[in-house]
């Protein structure tokens, strides 16, 4: 009886699945999948590209004497660049090196984004 009143359910629900229908096209069934990433490539992936190349156009231009901002934050004026790396001046007498790729914006920008 106990048995009986566990297999039951399953009994039911083995006994009432459809009949294998007519299958859908395959291509059909691609067609949600392709629509959600031709939407994310447009709303996601194109956009952070070209965020991606302003911001290497950025880093190829900074030139000694340009203020900046690091991507932690840290504010300071270019006193040096090597390829790779840039040394910065947050205070008299106090110098940083960084990656040349961590330098987020120009300080110059903030100050025009608070302005406006």
């Known amino acids: 009886m106990f ?4 297999l039951a359910p399953s009994m039911a629900f ?3 699945a ?3 229908g007519e299958q859908p096209n395959m291509l ?8 959600i990433f031709a939407v994310m490539y447009f709303l996601v992936i194109r956009p952070q590209g070209k965020k991606q190349r302003d911001h290497l156009k950025f880093v190829s231009e900074l030139k000694r004497g ?4 690091t991507t932690s934050g840290i504010l300071g004026r270019i006193e040096g660049m ?13 110098r940083l090196k960084v990656l040349r790729t961590q330098v987020a914006t120009s300080s110059k920008s903030l100050t025009e ?3 406006g």
């Open 3 to 6: 048995w009986s009143s566990i």
């Open 14 to 16: 083995a006994q009432a």
């Open 18 to 20: 459809p009949a294998a």
């Open 28 to 35: 059909m069934s691609l067609v949600p999948f392709i629509f």
């Open 66 to 69: 340009d203020e900046v901002v």
């Open 82 to 94: 090597t390829e790779q790396f840039v040394t910065l001046e947050v205070a008299d007498g106090v």
């Open 113 to 115: 984004a608070k302005k």
